[in-house]
């Protein structure tokens, strides 16, 4: 398992923007595919976005396609959501999750380390 910690939550209004970074201390960081996950109050956690681990690919939730781009900096072992045009129902505590499935993470279950979380909230 790899230690993760997000940053960069806060209160942002309708429409603004937040950049989120999660910093992993893992030796090996370029050989896990990435995801951020969020969970709203009274829900499940749910998918964000995926990169996998040379960032050939990215796979998004429909929610927020268009509006959300996941980066990486392999150099810097830290991923990144950058998060424009924000919604209300986008408020939720946002995860960062390593898998050891560097191309083929899809799902929930293929990530095994997990950040703490950071609060997102979006007034209307």
């Known amino acids: 398992q790899v230690q993760l910690v997000e940053s960069g939550g806060g209160l942002v209004q309708a429409g603004g923007s937040l950049r989120l970074s999660c910093a992993s201390e893992?030796?090996?960081?370029?050989?896990?595919?990435m995801g951020w996950f969020r969970q709203a109050p009274g829900k499940e956690r749910e998918l964000v976005a995926i990169?996998?681990?040379?960032?050939?690919?990215?796979n998004y939730a429909d929610s927020v396609k268009g509006r959300f781009t996941i980066s990486r900096d392999n150099a810097k072992n830290t991923v990144y959501l950058q998060m424009n045009s924000l919604k209300p129902e986008d408020t939720a505590i946002y995860y960062c999750?390593?898998?050891?499935?560097?191309?083929?993470?899809?799902?929930?279950?293929?990530?095994?380390?997990w950040g703490q979380g950071t609060q997102v909230t979006v007034s209307s």
């Open positions: 999750a390593a898998s050891r499935s560097s191309y083929t993470a899809q799902s929930q279950a293929d990530f095994d380390s």
């Open positions: 893992g030796r090996f960081f370029s050989t896990y595919a």
């Open positions: 990169i996998t681990s040379s960032s050939s690919r990215t």
